[in-house]
């Protein structure tokens, strides 16, 4: 209760009931006034119900009202009115608690006023209450609503925002899919012009070596008198050696497009890097340390060892070209378990093979292009840009894949999976085409080749070659027609089928392999190709020579095969 109002003196007699009941009614509001020399109280009957008293005329103390006051809001009130007596404003107002005497909580608003004699001296303090309860549960209602619609917003807000994030995040995932799936395409479809394009030009290869090789052969048996003679022969030697970069060239454009001829072993990794330290030490300069990280228990894998071994080399000299001022080279090993996520591989298990060092790193542009044909940040004579297209291919033709982190000023880590070998591995993708090179590389008596090339000139060269060799060759340009001679003459006759696997109308060489040994099941056949999809042979097929091949290889592979087939 506050210690005085604004609605005038209460005198005794002069207290007008009925008008003051009249506002009570009308207000709910009570009146009071405090005689500050006699320390009592008199009020209205609104004032005491307010209270909880019963409604009196007499005077009550002061401090009857005062212990009703909330022990945690005595203090407030008290310090309120003691400010407006003394500090000379007169005027109060507050909100405070009382507990009745029932034991109930009421908010009460008071305001009131102190009455001074003429000389200042203060004499009463008159006032007014309003219980606000009713109005201080509707505020706290209001400000629990209010928190709770804050509430919800923030919650909103934050679903919102990691929904927001959700989102972004999927089209994030799905850019990058997307953009793998671009670069993935534009790689098949790079892989398939350069694999066509390495086939042609392995049949210009052919023809180009094979024709120099007899060249030269007919030179060493007719040779001509000096100058001309030498001159004639360091023309030749050029030539071959030109050939022989082409051919090296040709062989790294079939390894990106993943049709390079693999023998594929079950292999161990950690064997392999430590056949080749010395080698590795050897390429890299001095100011360059080099440390290995080989899993105790690795797990075999089943690839290719000459051509991983080309992979390994490839990385080394890449970091060594990376780090002109020296740094640290580091080959790791372990045994991985790659989720759908990993390095766009399928859930399956690995052989992880890490190339890191601490050179200059690769730009972020030029991350997606590094695998490119011809692609290379080097400088103009330092790099055919075929080192990591070659990498890409070989791991990709092997079953595994292959990933490049970097970032300029702190190094590169390669990071290469290949499947980890299982008990089937070797018989489900055994070697391809080697010759064996014991056999006479020449013709027994009067032995036939059934010799099928759709290339003029390659097939020009081949039975020039191979009726140098001694043998007899029927020559056709494509299945239909080997299948027409086969037809006319007595199958007996043939001692070899020597087919490329590429052939025009529909019908590959392997498919007239099939035809011919449907009809004799002994016939040896031997398939020549500058590339194939399927150049993983077989364990127990027909041999493969790979085009371009010498005269030596040929005659090697050839008697292999007939000698083979007698076995």
Not at 56 to 72: C, G
Not at 144 to 165: D, F, G, K, S, Y
Not at 466 to 483: C, F, K, N, T
Request: charged share 25%; glycine share 10%; net charge negative.
């Amino acid at each position: 209760m506050a210690e005085g109002g604004p609605f005038g003196l209460l005198r005794g007699d002069e207290f007008d009931r009925d008008a003051l009941a009249l506002a009570e009614a009308s207000a709910g509001i009570g009146v009071w006034s405090i005689d500050l020399t006699t320390s009592c109280v008199r009020g209205t009957a609104q004032f005491f119900r307010i209270l909880g008293l019963p409604p009196t005329t007499e005077s009550i103390p002061v401090d009857v009202v005062r212990a009703m006051r909330h022990p945690d809001d005595r203090e407030r009130v008290v310090a309120g009115f003691r400010q407006a007596l003394d500090g000379g404003n007169d005027s109060y107002e507050i909100e405070y608690r009382i507990v009745r005497p029932d034991g109930g909580t009421r908010w009460i608003f008071g305001r009131g006023r102190v009455i001074r004699a003429s000389d200042g001296t203060p004499l009463r303090y008159s006032g007014v209450d309003l219980d606000i309860t009713d109005r201080k549960a509707t505020e706290a209602a209001l400000a629990a609503a209010t928190e709770e619609v804050a509430r919800m917003n923030r919650e909103l807000e934050q679903r919102v925002r990691e929904r927001t994030a959700q989102l972004e995040l999927e089209a994030k995932r799905r850019t990058e899919a997307e953009l793998r799936l671009h670069q993935a395409q534009k790689m098949e479809a790079v892989g398939q012009l350069t694999g066509g394009i390495a086939h042609d030009f392995n049949n210009l290869l052919q023809v180009i070596m094979g024709n120099l090789e007899i060249a030269r052969m007919q030179v060493a048996r007719d040779p001509m008198p000096p100058p001309r003679g030498e001159l004639l022969m360091r023309a030749i030697d050029t030539a071959q050696r030109a050939s022989q970069t082409a051919k090296q060239t040709v062989h790294r454009l079939l390894a990106f497009s993943r049709l390079q001829p693999l023998t594929p072993s079950e292999l161990n990794i950690n064997a392999l890097v430590e056949d080749l330290a010395d080698m590795v030490r050897r390429l890299l300069d001095e100011n360059i340390e080099v440390e290995t990280a080989l899993a105790p228990a690795l797990w075999p894998t089943f690839a290719d060892r000459n051509q991983l071994e080309s992979v390994l080399l490839n990385l080394v000299v890449n970091a060594r070209d990376a780090m002109t001022q020296g740094g640290r080279l580091t080959i790791e090993t372990s045994n991985a378990h790659a989720r759908p996520s990993a390095a766009g591989a399928p859930d399956a298990e690995y052989v992880c093979l890490v190339v890191r060092d601490t050179g200059h790193g690769i730009a972020p542009e030029h991350l997606t292009k590094v695998y490119e044909p011809f692609f290379t940040t080097k400088e103009t004579g330092k790099g055919s840009g075929l080192g990591l297209s070659m990498v890409y291919g070989f791991v990709k033709q092997s079953g595994g894949h292959v990933r490049i982190d970097s970032e300029v000023g702190r190094g590169t880590t390669v990071r290469i999976l290949l499947p980890r070998a299982t008990r089937g591995s070797a018989a489900a993708r055994g070697a391809a085409g080697g010759v064996d090179g014991d056999a006479p590389p020449v013709a027994r008596g009067h032995e036939c080749i059934l010799f099928v090339e759709d290339d003029e000139d390659v097939r020009r060269f081949g039975v020039s070659a191979l009726e140098d060799l001694g043998y007899r060759v029927i020559a056709e340009p494509d299945a239909a027609s080997a299948l027409r001679t086969l037809d006319a003459v007595d199958g007996s006759r043939i001692d070899l089928l020597f087919t490329d696997v590429v052939l025009p109308g529909g019908m590959s060489g392997r498919d007239l392999a099939e035809v011919v040994l449907s009809r004799r099941s002994h016939t040896p056949v031997l398939f020549a190709s500058g590339y194939t999809r399927n150049v993983v042979m077989p364990e127990g097929s027909p041999r493969l020579l790979h085009k371009p091949y010498t005269i030596e290889a040929l005659a090697s592979a050839v008697r292999g095969a007939i000698d083979g087939a007698s076995k």
